[in-house]
């Protein structure tokens, strides 16, 4: 019985086969329901993370006040009662951001709209009210409180926004290639002019950026001023309408997309690392195709069938069981250390002793990778080939082609739906791999994906992100785990969808290919 | 096609009664001889399939090779255009020669030989690919033919194998959407799209319908005008209906070689007279 028949409800259990048959049934089962389970989970807690939860104002039976967003609830370790969990931000003026409450305690909960919650580039997200937005260095009253202080802010952080991304542009585009410019050639006159120019301008958006505060207060009455610089964001739950929230959520989810991270990573977006994800997989079977296939051919078309060949097909076949990162050792070793050295030693002599070549990047990398995952193409493509009836061969051979002719026009197209399969295998097997890339080329942080507008466009040398890493960085090197959580959660869904969309890419090519096949029209 | 020369060939009709020699008894003016065998061995793996086999194929005829299953019809076939060069374990001795050219010799090119000495198949392989493109599949390897010119001789071959009529509307479907008949007559077009000298058929019938045969019999018979073909078959009827000659094989060596008529009617050996009315599988 096939997975896609229990899948299609289409599992027909034959009567009065014995127990063995519900046996298989039932494991193809659980295992689709482990399966289903795992996906279920870093769905609900990844795509969660985006959702503006309502915050609670909440006053314990001491007097206490505390704002929050609630995440679980637990029974107590006295087996008395529940005790909740809430996320309460503000790190800065509380020192942590999660409180464990006894549910019996509380004495009132309510929403109230005017909770704000502001994304703020450091310390993490802060919960309470919005008093007053007012310049810089002032302490007179601004715009005041309430409604038209919110609306204040909003018209304020798009502004700063507009700035930000002024900045960043002025950043990437005009002082990062100076900069490189005069590595190469300090006394370049005309760009250091450039460079000052540009600094200056940045220290003028910087300014404009900081030149007003918002002040805030904690719901138990602490003052915070902050620059409209620090935040990012803000926002009230309680006063959202689902249908705001769904927005608000929709672009949460893009911003996760599309910016690059912050905070050590436990914060933003992973634009870059999925850049680099699937740049780094393309890369790969660009490489592990032509080789798989040739190798695969040699095998199956050209050598003599005796024992050598038998030998080789063996260890090609147990190559795929050496563990990822002995691929990572080699790499290390041959690519980085040995190859990448000689090319550093002979083409960027002048900018030795930091390497370009002879440290991990995005060539080796794919290279190791492609390496790890040639024996999976080449026997995919040996079997798509012994499957091709020699008739076909002959008849080929009987109309007068040369062998060349007869494999590349015959043999070759026909076994195109297995180099794909070979493919699509490589793909999963080398998008999920993180432990070789430690080795040679991944980077806990490298904002700057390798292929931008400056020659030679496409940047091998340079490190990469890579979400594997990046699930395994954010989980255990942030110094606040249980916030980075769902950041993970996040990064591994989108791992699996990237690793799912670069599979369906291949197999939509296949079939496509095979339908071709079937009916050919070609010229 | 270039018209070839009217055949010389003659036949003596024999009149003996049966004889019990095992020696072959060839019955055939050698004089239009297209493909000379002689002497030829052929063995798989030092497993002997042909042993000291002598025989001519005569020009623009129908030759049926006939004999119990294993008896080395379709090695002797492969062995005149050399199909058998793909596989190392086979040892051959003895020569076969082309129009006078012996076919192993180093300066014949095996892919011009195979051009010359097409193959029909048992089982139809048309390549995945449209009608056109099988047909043409042997053109594009020559290379360097205008795209008309290219259309007329697919369009030939087609009408030649009594295909075009069923398919001219459908040139860019695939080979595969054919029925079987029709692909083993699409097979025929594109073997003699590149016009070939002789035409080898193994088996081409035996994989199809009575009507389908019958067509496929009618082609051989309008073919041999323009080439010299060789048919392996299992059915004396057919071998009856449609070759000029008979060679009949067992056990790797030639038994009885002689116009069709007269084996059929007046086999000379008892053991061809045993296999031709069925008392030997
Ligand atoms: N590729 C091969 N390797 C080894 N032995 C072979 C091979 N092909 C054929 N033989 C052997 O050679 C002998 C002749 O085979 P061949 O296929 O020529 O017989 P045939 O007369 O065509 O039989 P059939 O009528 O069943 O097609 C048989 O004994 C067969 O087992
Ligand atoms: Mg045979």
Redesign the interface.
Known sequence: MSLAEVAGFRARLPRGEGPWAWLAAGSVALSLLMLGGLLTLIAVRGLGHFWPASVSLVELDDGQLLAGRAVRELPLATGQGRERLYFTGNRDIDGHVWQWVAVDRIVASEQPRELVVLERVRYGDFIGRLVDVRPAGSHVQGVGGGEVAWAALQARLAAVDALRDERDDLQRNVIQPLVRQLEKDPGDTAARRGLAVANDRIRGLQDAMQAEVVVLQSVDGRRLVLTLAEVLRAWRPNAMSLPEKMGAWVQGVWRFLSEGPRVANTAGGVWPAIFGTVLMVLLMSVLVTPFGVLAAVYLNEVAHQGHLTHWVRIAVRNLAGVPSIVYGVFGLGVFVYGIGGSIDEWFFSDQLPSPTFGTGGLLWASLTLALLTLPVVIVATEEGLARIPDHQREGALALGATRLEMLTRVVLPMAVPAMLTGVILAIARAAGEVAPLMLVGVAKLAPQVPVDGEFPFLHLDRKFMHLGYHVYDTAFHGDDIQAAMPMVYATALLLVLVVLVLNLTAIFLRHYLRARHGALSRH | MPELPPSLLSLDRPGSALSNSTGPIIDFAPDASCLDVEGLSLAYGGKPALRDLTLRVPRQRVTAFIGPSGCGKSTLLRAL?R?HD?D?TVSRQGSIRLEGQEIHAPEVAV??L??RV??V?Q?P??????I??NVA??LR??GGMSRRRMNDIVEWALEAAALWGEVKDRL???A??LSIGQQQRL?IA??LA?RPEVLLLDEPASALDPISTLKIEELIRSLKSQLTLVLVTHNMQQAARVSDYTAFLHDGELVEYAPTASLFTNPRLARTENYITGRMA
């Open positions: 255009n199909l793909l190392e892919d011009e195979r051009r097409g193959m198949f089982a392989n048309p390549f995945p690919m449209s056109y493109e599949f042997g390897l020559q860019r479907a695939s595969w959407s097979v594109r073997t590149v």
